[in-house]
């Protein structure tokens, strides 16, 4: 009961420090394999990320637009 308990606690967790708390206490726990996909996919870069040659493309895309020697529109 009290390891159910904990796992409801942690169990929606994006902390892999939480996770890893279960785990820590509970290694081969009901919820011990899980809890270690959980931490492990917490631990992940996201794929919201983007990669660090996207990031200098568009870096280098807006430096050439500020940078840049263009007529500015302006809006009435």
Do not use: H, N
Not at 4 to 23: G, I, R
Not at 61 to 70: A, H, I
């Amino acid at each position: 009961a009290v390891e159910l308990a904990f796992w409801e606690t942690v169990k929606d967790s994006t902390d892999p420090t939480e996770l890893s708390a279960y785990l820590k206490r509970y290694p081969d726990g009901a919820f011990a394999a899980l809890a270690k996909t959980r931490c492990d996919a917490a631990l992940q870069p996201s794929e919201a990320t983007e990669a660090p040659e996207q990031v200098a493309i568009e870096l280098a895309f807006w430096r050439s637009v500020t940078e840049g020697d263009y007529p500015v529109r302006e809006e009435s």
